[in-house]
C-alpha cells in the first residue's frame, strides 16, 4: 500500500485549504481510511477518519470546520479545511489500516495569524 498525499500550504487565519491522497495497491472500501497531524513537539493524533460505510470521525476541535470526504472507486480520501486556525498549524498524514498502519509522506500546513 502507498499513500500520496497533495495540497497544504500557507494560509492565513479564516482561510481555506483541502488535502488529497490517493491509495494504491490492496485497498478495499472496507479499509479505514483518514488524516492525523502533528504539530512541533507534539504526537500524531487523529483529525478526522471514514469508514466504509461513510461513517466520519472528527477530533473535537475541527467539528463543523473539516470535513473528510472519500472516493471508494478512486481509493482517494479528501480533508476539506475551512476557517482554519493558527493551532491547525502541523504536519498532517494520510493514513490507511489495513491489517497495519500505512502513513503517507506527510504535507506541511502553516495558518498565519
Known amino acids: 500500500v502507498q499513500l500520496q498525499a497533495s495540497g497544504g500550504g500557507l494560509v492565513q487565519a479564516g482561510g481555506s485549504l483541502r488535502l488529497s491522497c490517493a491509495a494504491s495497491?490492496?485497498?478495499?472500501?472496507?479499509?479505514?481510511m483518514g488524516w492525523y497531524r502533528q504539530a512541533p513537539g507534539k504526537e500524531r493524533v487523529l483529525v478526522a477518519r471514514i469508514s466504509s460505510i461513510r461513517s466520519a470521525t472528527y477530533t473535537d476541535s475541527v467539528k463543523g470546520r473539516f470535513t473528510i470526504s472519500r472516493d471508494y472507486a478512486k481509493n482517494t480520501v479528501s480533508l476539506q479545511m475551512n476557517s482554519l486556525r493558527p493551532e491547525d498549524t502541523a504536519v498532517y498524514y494520510c493514513?490507511?489500516?489495513?491489517?497495519?498502519?500505512?502513513w503517507g509522506q506527510g504535507t506541511q500546513v502553516t495558518v498565519s495569524s
Open positions: 493514513h490507511v489500516y489495513r491489517f497495519k498502519d500505512y
Open positions: 495497491g490492496s485497498i478495499s472500501s472496507s479499509n479505514l
